[in-house]
Every structure is written in structure tokens, then in C-alpha cells.
């Protein structure tokens, strides 16, 4: 054996060797092993997060228990298997696919609502639209196009040297202004693989806090959760400024113009004038949150080395023009985009699905869209298309269940009757002042929408807020608005929204991330609306 070797390997060893005679222990051999014993079992129980398993069940019987919701059981149980799922979700107590899964079992135990029903909530409209969706994102990162658009945004907004707080404000900037125009939803998928492709030029390692040395290591990894941060919350901001813009304002249109046919209705330059200023405040808000908490006068410095201008127009030259399976890859794309625009317009002029009996959802044409990518041609060898199903493999399922989590769940507070008890729960709001109701309104939409995604959450909500509206005397917009601003303030988990699903897909964020972050956001719609609703609203909507 080499001696070197040899050394080397009884030094490795001698290290967990303690260097001089241990300490004579009076305490008995049998009190010494029960204290082994007790520390290994409790060291196995927080390794095997078995405490963490036994808080979601805990919780819920303590809720069951106690709780006592004015004779309403149904109600009760649904609170505590909401708690339940909740803790697993928090803790990581087990995978988040299998947190997800939970309600399938959960509420047909509980007596919430029956196997077949929660069984529904899995594959709703809107999650057919996000595995849609998730395919035409495979397809661009397959054929390398968020790359080349996240070249051209980089080489435009860096700066040089670089400045991470301009690209920052271009990487939102342009995903607030597409969100005005598409769905929220579309928009952040086209726009996550432009940040992860911008993300890719940085080290990986030190990214998951691996070998990256010094303090570029730890803002590496803050500027990347800034980046995945603001393409998400700048997609849901940008999607209030427009009825195009996101369903829930399409849905606050319709709803206003059902229960309320005689009063003026609500039309896209009216509400653009109201929203429009409020998403800009929004925005702001986020720049500047994103900045504080995620940049420092070092930022620059570590990003410099991997985003060095020169580099990155020279990396776009050598990626050439655009090859045929990169343009048939766009063309449906857009394609599918001109679709999600023009299904449904306005009253006067209904879109496309009027010709098939509105039976034809946003998921509908996604779906539709996606399966072109299994039968256009690729052009590069004879018979490959531009999607095959082993492309499809990094499909992230376990998003798509806790997407089908959130809508059970949005299914569980109509029939168990909790939105009923949370309603009336608003009751004191009578005679209150219009400062007082606009806040709570948008507060009380803004805490069921992180349980379940804005367009359910809008959907429960302003039915119980028109009629509100109609009980204690006050103009019900000064309800319904709050009610469709507060749908869209969700900000803290990613059951509140698709975009908060696919943000949170990429790995880069985590649930705390989103917390912490999205908080000060939360607080500054609320305090934003609480000004404009009362002032701007009034003149736009004709509260007065």
C-alpha cells in the first residue's frame, strides 16, 4: 500500500478518535443507554419530520374539538382540514404532491363533500389550461427560445457594468406591460422561461448554495429569487390594469352587469382608468420591495462576471436566425394567445365562443393548441415533430396537484358552508364608512385567495358582496371592486394563483420566499385601494 495513502487514510480515520483517555463516567451503564436511546429516537423522529406529519392531524382535532362554529359541523371540519393541509404544505412535512392529494381522502372522511366530487376539483378548466400551458413551455425550452429573448432582454436592461437594479425594472417592466393584454396566466409562462433562461447564464452550484465562494454566492441566490419574484407578482399587477388583463376583472364585469343590469356598466376605458393607476402603484411597490430585500451595492459585482454585455450580444450573433421548428413553435403560441383574447370580449361583441355555446373554456384551446406540437412537423429529420411525449417527461405534476388542491378546496368552502359563516361575518360593516369597507372587503377577498386561485376566489366572493352591498345600503361597488382587487392580491402562496404555481414550479423560490415578499405587497394594495377606491373610483364609476 502507499505509505502516503496509508497515512492519509488513518488520519481521515483518527479524526473521530478522541485524542486522549476519555473521562471515567460515574453515571450507570443502564441510565447512560436509556439516554442514547431517547436522544437517537428523538433525533429519528426530527429527522423523519415525524413531528412536522403530526402537526397537520393535531391541529385538525384540536379544531374539531374546540372549535364551535354556531352548530355548523360541516364548517368546522372543513377549518380544520383547511389546517391540516395548511401545516403539511408549511412544514414539507411530506411531498408537496402528497400534501396535495390530501382533500381526496380528507373531505370525504370529514363529511365534506363525496369522492367523486373532490375527485372533479383535480382536472377543473383552469388545470387543463396549466398542463397546456406547461407543454408549450417544455417546447420553448427545447428549442431554446426563451433563451434568445432572455439575451435580447439582458443585453437591453443590464447595463455595463452591470446595474442589477435597471434589470430588474426591464425583467417586470416588460412583464407587467404584456400581462395588460394577455391572461396573467399565459403571460407568466411565456415570461418564467425568459428569467430561468436569464438565470441560466449564473453558476448553478451557487445557486443551490453550493461552492460559489465569498458573498457572490449569497447574492447570486437572492437575485435569482428576485427575478422568479418579479416575473410572477408583475404578471398578476399588470393583469389588474386591463378587463384583458386577468379573468377576474371578466368575471366583476359579468357579475356587475347580472345582479345590477340597470346600472351604467363597467367598460374597458372606465376600468383602465381606475386600474391602471392602481397596478402603477403596485409596481412601484414591487421594484422597490425587490430591490431592498434582494439587491445590495455587491449585487453588481457578483452578477458581472456571467452578464457581461459584450458577451451576451455576441451569444445572441452566434444563435443565428430563427430555424423553422423555432417559428412554428411561436406561431402556436401566439396563435393560442389570439385565442384566450378573443373567446370573450364584450356584451356587444360575445368572441368566438359564442359558436360553440360557451362550452369552450380557456383549458379547451390550451389543450387543443399544445396537441399541434405532437403533429407539426419539426423539420430536421423525416417524421420528428416538434413535440414528442419523452419531451414531456420534466412535466411537474405534483404543481398540477397542488393546483387541484386549491380548486377542492375552493369546492370545500361552498358545501360545507363556511363562505356562508364568512360572510356574515361582515356583517358589521352596516353604516360603516366607506374608508372602512373598501379595506376589510379586499382583505377578507385577499385571505380566501391564497387558499384558491383568484378567478374561484372572485367567483365565491362578489355574489355575497353584491348582496352585501344591497343589505347594509352602500353602493355595491364599493364592495365588488375591493372583493376583485383583493382576488388578485395573491401574493403569499401558490395555490393563489396558476402564476403563483408556475413561479414556484421553477425551484428557485420557496413558500417563506413568497411570504416575506409578498406581504409588503399585500398591505400596499390594500392601503392603495383604500385611497383610490373612495377619490378616483368614485369620479370613474360614478359612486358619488
Given at each position: 500500500m502507499d505509505?502516503?495513502?496509508?497515512?492519509?487514510?488513518?488520519?481521515?480515520?483518527?479524526?473521530?478518535?478522541?485524542?486522549?483517555?476519555?473521562?471515567?463516567?460515574?453515571?450507570?451503564?443502564?441510565?447512560?443507554?436509556?439516554?442514547?436511546?431517547?436522544?437517537?429516537?428523538?433525533?429519528?423522529?426530527?429527522?423523519?419530520?415525524?413531528?412536522?406529519?403530526?402537526?397537520?392531524?393535531?391541529?385538525?382535532?384540536?379544531?374539531?374539538?374546540?372549535?364551535?362554529l354556531g352548530g355548523h359541523p360541516a364548517a368546522r371540519n372543513m377549518l380544520g382540514v383547511l389546517a391540516w393541509v395548511f401545516l403539511w404544505w408549511i412544514t414539507d412535512?411530506?411531498?408537496?404532491?402528497?400534501?396535495?392529494?390530501?382533500?381526496?381522502?380528507?373531505?370525504?372522511?370529514?363529511?365534506?363533500?363525496?369522492?367523486?366530487?373532490?375527485?372533479?376539483?383535480?382536472?377543473?378548466?383552469?388545470i387543463s389550461l396549466v398542463l397546456g400551458s406547461f407543454i408549450l413551455a417544455l417546447a420553448i425550452e427545447h428549442y431554446s427560445i426563451h433563451r434568445r429573448l432572455a439575451l435580447n432582454i439582458t443585453a437591453l436592461f443590464c447595463g455595463d457594468p452591470v446595474k442589477p437594479h435597471l434589470l430588474l425594472l426591464g425583467i417586470c417592466g416588460t412583464t407587467m406591460f404584456i400581462s395588460m393584454w394577455i391572461h396573467n396566466t399565459p403571460c407568466t409562462v411565456m415570461m418564467m422561461p425568459v428569467a430561468t433562461g436569464i438565470l441560466q447564464r449564473l453558476p448553478r452550484d451557487e445557486l443551490e448554495g453550493g461552492s460559489g465562494s465569498g458573498f457572490a454566492a449569497g447574492e447570486v441566490r437572492r437575485f435569482s429569487k428576485a427575478v422568479v419574484l418579479g416575473v410572477v407578482y408583475a404578471s398578476a399587477i399588470g393583469g389588474m390594469a386591463t378587463?384583458?388583463?386577468?379573468?377576474?376583472?371578466?368575471?366583476?364585469?359579468?357579475?356587475?352587469?347580472?345582479?345590477?343590469?340597470?346600472?351604467?356598466?363597467?367598460?374597458?376605458?372606465?376600468?383602465?382608468?381606475f386600474g391602471l393607476p392602481m397596478a402603477l402603484?403596485?409596481?412601484?411597490?414591487?421594484?422597490?420591495?425587490?430591490?431592498?430585500?434582494?439587491?445590495?451595492?455587491?449585487?453588481?459585482?457578483?452578477?458581472?462576471?456571467?452578464?457581461?454585455?459584450?458577451?451576451?450580444?455576441?451569444?445572441l450573433s452566434l444563435l443565428g436566425p430563427m430555424a423553422f421548428a423555432e417559428k412554428m413553435v411561436l406561431a402556436v403560441f401566439g396563435g393560442l394567445i389570439v385565442l384566450w383574447m378573443t373567446r370573450s370580449l364584450t356584451n356587444?361583441?360575445?368572441?368566438?365562443?359564442?359558436?360553440?355555446?360557451?362550452?369552450?373554456?380557456?383549458?379547451?384551446?390550451?389543450?387543443?393548441?399544445?396537441?399541434?406540437?405532437?403533429?407539426?412537423?419539426?423539420g430536421k429529420n423525416d417524421g420528428e415533430k416538434l413535440m414528442d411525449w419523452s419531451k414531456c417527461r420534466k412535466l411537474q405534476w405534483n404543481i398540477i396537484l397542488l393546483l387541484g388542491a386549491g380548486f377542492a378546496i375552493a369546492d370545500g368552502f361552498k358545501s360545507s358552508g363556511l363562505t356562508d359563516l364568512l360572510s356574515e361575518g361582515l356583517g358589521f360593516l352596516r353604516g360603516a364608512p366607506a374608508l372602512a369597507i373598501a379595506p376589510v372587503a379586499c382583505a377578507f377577498s385577499g385571505l380566501i385567495t391564497e387558499f384558491t386561485s383568484d378567478d374561484a376566489t372572485t367567483t365565491l366572493v362578489l355574489p355575497l358582496l353584491a348582496e352585501l352591498g344591497k343589505s347594509i345600503g352602500v353602493h355595491p361597488l364599493l364592495l365588488?371592486?375591493?372583493?376583485?382587487?383583493?382576488?388578485?392580491?395573491?401574493?403569499?402562496?401558490?395555490?393563489?394563483s396558476p402564476g403563483n404555481v408556475v413561479g414556484f414550479g421553477t425551484g428557485y423560490i420557496t413558500i417563506k420566499d413568497m411570504v416575506v415578499t409578498g406581504m409588503p405587497l399585500k398591505i400596499v394594495g390594500i392601503a392603495a385601494l383604500t385611497i383610490l377606491l373612495p377619490t378616483l373610483g368614485s369620479l370613474v364609476f360614478g359612486m358619488a
Amino acid at each position: 500500500m502507499d505509505p502516503r495513502r496509508a497515512f492519509w487514510e488513518s488520519s481521515s480515520e483518527d479524526v473521530t478518535r478522541p485524542l486522549l483517555l476519555p473521562v471515567h463516567d460515574d453515571t450507570p451503564t443502564t441510565t447512560r443507554g436509556r439516554r442514547c436511546c431517547s436522544c437517537s429516537g428523538l433525533r429519528a423522529m426530527l429527522a423523519n419530520k415525524y413531528l412536522a406529519v403530526a402537526s397537520g392531524p393535531a391541529a385538525c382535532a384540536l379544531i374539531c374539538a374546540l372549535g364551535d362554529l354556531g352548530g355548523h359541523p360541516a364548517a368546522r371540519n372543513m377549518l380544520g382540514v383547511l389546517a391540516w393541509v395548511f401545516l403539511w404544505w408549511i412544514t414539507d412535512a411530506v411531498p408537496l404532491a402528497v400534501a396535495s392529494m390530501a382533500p381526496l381522502f380528507l373531505f370525504p372522511a370529514f363529511g365534506i363533500s363525496s369522492s367523486d366530487a373532490v375527485a372533479k376539483a383535480y382536472m377543473d378548466d383552469v388545470i387543463s389550461l396549466v398542463l397546456g400551458s406547461f407543454i408549450l413551455a417544455l417546447a420553448i425550452e427545447h428549442y431554446s427560445i426563451h433563451r434568445r429573448l432572455a439575451l435580447n432582454i439582458t443585453a437591453l436592461f443590464c447595463g455595463d457594468p452591470v446595474k442589477p437594479h435597471l434589470l430588474l425594472l426591464g425583467i417586470c417592466g416588460t412583464t407587467m406591460f404584456i400581462s395588460m393584454w394577455i391572461h396573467n396566466t399565459p403571460c407568466t409562462v411565456m415570461m418564467m422561461p425568459v428569467a430561468t433562461g436569464i438565470l441560466q447564464r449564473l453558476p448553478r452550484d451557487e445557486l443551490e448554495g453550493g461552492s460559489g465562494s465569498g458573498f457572490a454566492a449569497g447574492e447570486v441566490r437572492r437575485f435569482s429569487k428576485a427575478v422568479v419574484l418579479g416575473v410572477v407578482y408583475a404578471s398578476a399587477i399588470g393583469g389588474m390594469a386591463t378587463l384583458t388583463g386577468t379573468g377576474v376583472n371578466i368575471i366583476l364585469v359579468g357579475m356587475w352587469s347580472t345582479y345590477f343590469p340597470e346600472q351604467p356598466p363597467i367598460t374597458f376605458s372606465s376600468w383602465m382608468s381606475f386600474g391602471l393607476p392602481m397596478a402603477l402603484v403596485l409596481f412601484v411597490a414591487l421594484w422597490a420591495t425587490l430591490c431592498l430585500m434582494y439587491c445590495s451595492k455587491n449585487t453588481g459585482r457578483a452578477l458581472s462576471a456571467y452578464l457581461d454585455r459584450s458577451h451576451l450580444r455576441r451569444e445572441l450573433s452566434l444563435l443565428g436566425p430563427m430555424a423553422f421548428a423555432e417559428k412554428m413553435v411561436l406561431a402556436v403560441f401566439g396563435g393560442l394567445i389570439v385565442l384566450w383574447m378573443t373567446r370573450s370580449l364584450t356584451n356587444d361583441i360575445p368572441g368566438w365562443a359564442v359558436l360553440f355555446d360557451g362550452k369552450v373554456g380557456d383549458g379547451t384551446v390550451t389543450i387543443m393548441m399544445a396537441t399541434l406540437l405532437f403533429i407539426i412537423p419539426s423539420g430536421k429529420n423525416d417524421g420528428e415533430k416538434l413535440m414528442d411525449w419523452s419531451k414531456c417527461r420534466k412535466l411537474q405534476w405534483n404543481i398540477i396537484l397542488l393546483l387541484g388542491a386549491g380548486f377542492a378546496i375552493a369546492d370545500g368552502f361552498k358545501s360545507s358552508g363556511l363562505t356562508d359563516l364568512l360572510s356574515e361575518g361582515l356583517g358589521f360593516l352596516r353604516g360603516a364608512p366607506a374608508l372602512a369597507i373598501a379595506p376589510v372587503a379586499c382583505a377578507f377577498s385577499g385571505l380566501i385567495t391564497e387558499f384558491t386561485s383568484d378567478d374561484a376566489t372572485t367567483t365565491l366572493v362578489l355574489p355575497l358582496l353584491a348582496e352585501l352591498g344591497k343589505s347594509i345600503g352602500v353602493h355595491p361597488l364599493l364592495l365588488m371592486v375591493p372583493g376583485a382587487i383583493g382576488a388578485q392580491l395573491s401574493f403569499l402562496l401558490p395555490t393563489g394563483s396558476p402564476g403563483n404555481v408556475v413561479g414556484f414550479g421553477t425551484g428557485y423560490i420557496t413558500i417563506k420566499d413568497m411570504v416575506v415578499t409578498g406581504m409588503p405587497l399585500k398591505i400596499v394594495g390594500i392601503a392603495a385601494l383604500t385611497i383610490l377606491l373612495p377619490t378616483l373610483g368614485s369620479l370613474v364609476f360614478g359612486m358619488a
